[in-house]
């Protein structure tokens, strides 16, 4: 009978953490890049699983703006995969929101990710929202005309961001992030200096972390050619090589401005799963 057990991930757990999730992810190279914000107790929990000792697996449990659940880099060691380890850092999620309490838990896997989806679906997580994911690399775009632009304060984000609330399905997504719609989180973004408008758009631009990897718009509202404009003059002026966007599935006129800009589908299959608590 084999012994699956989870902790707190250790320092010294590093180096078998990111060599899981180079054998699980091959194509991925997350965890070196946010291991400051993932040993952070602040901002979540690192949590790893041992199989008779031996650590097998880990996953990051993060605390949003609103103090909602979200769940991201689940990797096991493709050895010691279907050996109950995923499982176990599943309750360990659980239990976590018994103790944190937080209004709902969240996650995005891709929608063939049969494992993930299982563990998600015991655990009371549904399908909340399938995405598509494009970008535009900025290697010879040229530089758009002055925009106009102006950032929004924290007093006028809601009202700002409600028409368009519903085209997103009330959630704000971006770097394959998922945050409910609220006044935690317009609080947050309107203070990063993230949400710009102008007569007749809103656009919302920035990264979670890595950010120079990339430039990622959040919402695209009202005028998208203008809120393209806008995102494309930022990432040129950040020196960043592209822009990322995610939309909601359904959304085929934005599809069709993005895709008339140049924009590129990346990924067809970004789900995110939900469940309210
Ligand atoms: C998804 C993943 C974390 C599952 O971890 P795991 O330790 O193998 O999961 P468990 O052993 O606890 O399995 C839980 C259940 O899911 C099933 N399962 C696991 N992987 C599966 C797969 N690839 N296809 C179908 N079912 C799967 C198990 O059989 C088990 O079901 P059962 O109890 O009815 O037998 C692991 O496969 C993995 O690291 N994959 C690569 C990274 C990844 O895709 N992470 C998710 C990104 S969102």
């Not at 194509?27 to 199989?51: H, K, N, W």
């Not at 960043?240 to 995610?246: L, N, R, W």
């Amino acid at each position: 009978m084999r012994n699956v057990t989870t902790r707190f991930a250790e320092r010294g757990d590093l180096q078998r953490l990111l060599a899981i999730e180079a054998a699980a992810l091959p194509s991925t190279r997350y965890l070196a890049e946010v291991e400051e914000e993932f040993y952070d107790p602040d901002r979540g929990e690192l949590i790893v699983a041992e199989i008779d000792g031996i650590v097998a697996g880990f996953a990051h449990y993060s605390i949003q703006y609103d103090n909602a659940a979200w769940i991201e880099t689940l990797r096991v060691d493709p050895p010691l995969q279907k050996k109950g380890a995923g499982a176990a850092i599943w309750d360990r999620i659980m239990e976590k929101c018994r103790e944190m309490n937080p209004p709902a838990v969240r996650m995005y896997t891709n929608i063939g990710n049969d494992g993930s989806i299982k563990l998600a679906y015991r655990n009371g997580l549904g399908i909340c929202l399938n995405t598509h994911e494009y970008e535009l690399k900025l290697q010879n775009v040229p530089a758009p005309f002055k925009h106009d632009f102006q950032p929004v304060a924290y007093k006028d984000a809601a009202r700002v961001l409600a028409p368009y609330k519903d085209g997103y399905h009330g959630y704000y997504f971006t770097n394959r992030t998922f945050y409910e719609m609220n006044d935690a989180l317009y609080k947050a973004l309107a203070e990063d200096g993230k949400i710009w408008a102008k007569d007749d758009a809103v656009v919302v631009v920035g990264s979670r972390y890595r950010h120079e990897s990339a430039l990622h718009v959040g919402m695209l509202c009202g005028n998208a050619d203008h809120c393209i404009d806008f995102a494309v003059a930022e990432g040129l002026r950040q020196s960043v090589p592209k822009i990322v966007c995610m939309i909601p599935s359904d959304r085929q006129e934005l599809a069709d401005v993005l895709r008339a800009r140049g924009f590129t589908l990346n990924g067809n299959d970004i789900i995110m799963m939900e469940r309210i608590l």
